[in-house]
């Protein structure tokens, strides 16, 4: 009886072991392939190659499958397929996916190599634009959602568990891939480096795109052809033979050369991270330079309209502009035995375009709604003269949609009203960037509508994500494309409409980068304080404190300071913003009505007004004095003017400066009875 069941034992164990290995299948994986209707046209290459279909029956394999949408894709984009496609989508090794990155050669061995890559969607270890990817990158764990790549197809399935038809059994691997492998043939028995195909030593006969014999020239007489031939995974962009290559060896220099390497990397376009920045070779003591893709192209067959820009962040060369050059990507995906080409448009660092040419350049594009009023406007001939130096903030069409249609087009059959908001957005005179406006310089400037003032500054959206914003006509902008060089100035492609205010004054504190601590100061008991200024049927009128007040006072006040930003007092906090808030039934005070108005009711005690010399405005309490640095930054329903300083004293920190009726609560009773009042007469 024992005996019996240890053998019962043993037969369960062993079926146990089986059940936790991985199903061997006793088929090929061409036989698989031949039985999956998806997989149809596949087969029918496969099937053309003998010798191909001989290894698939004998020997380990992983073959990279596209799918039969995948080859009518590739056939529409004209893509070139012959007897090729079936061995080149077939490696003579298995490769699993952690192993990738990685680059090996096909069965046919004389087509260019196959480089495996990945991506992973929302990258924890890598840091997002504007700074940059490490030459090095340190790839997270795969969790799920790492994005597998052959080239530029994405990995959609895996299938294991095939192997050969006879023994010794060698296992086979099926990856269902969502676009076609182009076979690349050499002009030589080798697949050439970047800097072969640069040269023209070898070349690629089934393509007539063809690499700029001058940036090739300039290459052997920088003396870097070692650059384009470095081995490893790389990324390289070449400019391509065009009509206007001769002018284009104009200042080109060893330093621009290269900018055109992202090493370490072999960065097919679909792999790349969209609004995250490479560096390139061109990263030194001297010379800061990335690239970074914009937006990220729809048609996985095609580069069409896919493009590329560098970034120059330093430079110790006076004729390296600062900021952004775009190119397009005219062939894109090249595979070279070191890494990836890709062919573009023109070079990168190289500034050609002026203001007026990027504003034409995206007539059609995300700007085009401002290129409309641009044109409607008197201030087109002000863009058109390439002589002038400028910066243009062109919103962008999303800005135009914040903004009521009766306002938008109450302004644009007002001619006056239109050249003054057109001209809120170019500034004359001036090339304004992040790194001068970081720098500290031309802060603020008078704009081309000769009446209001631009303000400029770097915020720090996030950790590691700086934005330069601009505020016009009591509207603060981000740039959501900044720094777009131009032969006569600098463009930035920004996010709201200045000039027209569409927001309420709590809405403008929150977004507002430099009143953030403002913001925090009064959101600490469920946002309720700031929510006041959020009721359209009263006038409110703000001298906010900056972030430069706020950090000012944490130097003066640090443990003050950690309790108002904690909200270990948020009653505290509330009675200091009183102080700089005045609230009134149809009135606000505007900067021009501040000269005329000595004293200032405020929710918490009284301001007083004084001028200074050269048209400045200061508020008075006790012995502080706070300069308005940003005036009239105007809101649906109130005004806000930023200040230098805060209007406080450590007393109002102590818990007898809390003991009287808070005056926010006073204000929450005052507003609600007005939206009642405003309900009662509705209903």
């Known amino acids: 009886m024992s005996s019996s069941r240890g053998v019962l034992s043993f037969v369960l164990t062993i079926i146990g072991l089986h059940l936790l290995l991985p199903a061997i299948s006793a088929e090929t994986v061409f036989e698989a392939i031949k039985k999956n209707t998806n997989l149809s046209t596949f087969a029918k290459y496969l099937e053309q190659d003998s010798i191909t279909k001989l290894w698939l029956d004998e020997r380990t394999a992983a073959v990279f499958a596209p799918t039969n949408e995948a080859f009518d894709r590739a056939i529409a984009a004209g893509v070139s397929l012959d ?30 190599p196959l480089i495996f890559t990945f991506k992973d969607p929302h990258p924890t270890e890598e840091i997002r634009f504007p700074s940059l990817v490490p030459s090095q990158p340190h790839y997270h764990p795969h969790d799920g959602s790492r994005e597998y790549f ?38 030589a028995g080798i697949s050439p480096t970047a800097n072969e195909f640069l040269q023209e030593r070898i070349y690629y006969n089934n393509d007539n795109a063809r690499p700029s014999a001058t940036f090739a020239s300039l290459v052997r007489q920088n003396d870097l052809e070692g650059l384009f031939d470095r081995p490893g995974n790389n990324t390289f962009f070449i400019p391509m033979i065009t009509s206007s290559s001769s002018w284009r060896a104009r200042g080109l220099d060893s330093d621009i050369i290269r900018a055109h390497v992202i090493p370490n990397r072999a960065l097919f376009f679909r792999t790349f991270e969209t609004n995250t920045e490479y560096r390139t070779s061109a990263w030194n003591d001297r010379i800061h330079v990335g690239l970074s893709v914009p937006v990220a192209p729809e048609n996985v067959n095609s580069s069409k309209a896919f493009r590329i820009q560098s ?39 190289v500034v050609d375009l002026s203001i007026y040419d990027f504003v034409e350049t995206n007539k059609e594009g995300q700007i085009s709604r401002f290129y409309d009023l641009l044109q409607k406007s008197d201030k087109a001939w002000l863009v058109r003269d390439s002589s002038r130096t400028l910066t243009i903030f062109a919103p962008n069409n999303a800005a135009f949609e914040k903004i009521e249609k009766s306002k938008l087009d109450a302004i644009i059959n007002d001619q006056a009203a239109l050249n003054d908001l057109v001209g809120l957005h170019i500034q004359d005179g001036y090339r304004i960037n992040t790194e001068s406006v970081k720098a500290g310089k031309n802060l603020e400037l008078k704009s081309a509508d000769g009446k209001r003032n631009q303000y400029y500054a770097v915020a720090q959206a996030s950790e590691d994500m700086e934005v330069l914003t601009v505020e016009g006509g009591g509207v603060n902008s981000t740039a959501i494309q900044a720094d777009i060089g131009a032969t006569n100035g600098v463009a930035h492609v920004v996010d709201k409409i200045l000039g027209i205010p569409f927001q309420t004054v709590y809405e403008k504190v929150k977004d507002d980068f430099d009143l953030r601590t403002t913001y925090i100061i009064g959101h600490h008991r469920n946002d309720m304080w700031n929510r006041l200024m959020s009721e359209k049927s009263k006038r409110f009128t703000f001298f906010a404190p900056s972030k430069a007040a706020w950090a000012k006072m944490r130097v003066e006040m640090p443990s003050e300071y950690k309790q108002l930003t904690e909200g270990l007092l948020p009653v505290h906090g509330e009675h200091i913003l009183e102080r700089h808030l005045r609230v009134d039934d149809s009135k606000i005070i505007s900067f021009n009505d501040l000269a005329k108005t000595p004293v200032i009711k405020t929710q918490r005690g009284e301001l007083k007004v004084e001028a200074g010399p050269h048209g400045e405005i200061y508020l008075l309490w006790e012995n502080l004095k706070a300069k308005i640095t940003r005036p009239d930054v105007n809101a649906v329903n109130g005004v806000i003017h930023v200040i230098d300083t805060v209007l406080m004293k450590k007393r109002d920190m102590t818990t007898s400066s809390a003991s009287t009726l808070n005056a926010s609560v006073v204000l929450s009773l005052v507003v609600m009875a007005a939206m009642a009042v405003t309900k009662k007469s509705v209903f």
């Open 83 to 112: 007897s090729n496609v079936g061995p080149y989508h077939v490696t003579g090794a298995t490769i699993t996916k952690d192993r990738f990155p990685a680059i090996m050669s096909s069965l046919k061995q004389i087509t260019a």
């Open 311 to 349: 970034r120059t962040y330093k430079s110790d060369r006076p004729e390296h502009h600062i900021g952004l050059v775009r190119t397009g990507i005219v062939r894109a995906n090249i595979p070279v035995r070191n890494g990836v080409v890709h062919l573009i448009e023109s070079p990168f660092m």
């Open 150 to 187: 052959v080239n530029n197809a994405k990995i959609v399935d895996e299938k294991v568990g095939y192997r050969s038809s006879k023994e010794p059994y060698m296992e086979q691997i099926l990856y269902i891939i969502d676009q076609v492998l182009e076979p690349f043939i050499p002009s």
